[in-house]
């Protein structure tokens, strides 16, 4: 049996055979850079709570069907946000009181002329008021193009 009397979709693999082991490898790379990612955040999400028992949470907006949205938080009054994830939720733990947020929006959606249309609204600083353990959804309505802040 010669390479030619293969079936076709077997051809085509032997001829793809790259393409499909360079996109494993992405596969694989991916899951376990986040699971090294998701040990290393761990340890500082408990050392933060133990320094701030009463610390609030703070989830981030969610992405929709059609246009990918994600809301960055860039500093929590100067500083290095304390990050989470938690069930496929990201979002960031603050101490109760005024807390100057600063962040960005960024949604992507598909495009007709260009392949992805990208927008950033941002930076903005925004005054929170945050009390102690309650959680929080931080989000942008982008019909009226201002952040959302709200208990949940």
Known sequence: MSFTDLPLSFQHFQQNKYIFIVFGLVIAGTIVFNIVRLKKMKPSDKQFLEE?????????GLKTLVVFGAVTVH???????????????NGFYAVPG????????TS??????????????????????????????LGF??????FTFGEI
């Open 108 to 137: 992507s959606r598909p495009g007709i002329i260009h392949e992805n249309v990208t927008q950033t609204h941002g930076p903005y600083k925004k005054e929170l008021i945050i009390i102690a353990n309650k959680n929080y959804l």
């Open 98 to 105: 005024k807390r100057m947020v600063e962040m960005t929006y």
């Open 141 to 146: 309505d982008r019909g009226k193009e201002i």
């Open 52 to 60: 701030h028992p009463d610390a609030a949470k703070v989830y981030l």
């Open 75 to 89: 500093s929590v009054d100067a500083e290095a946000p304390a990050l989470f994830s938690e069930g496929g939720k």
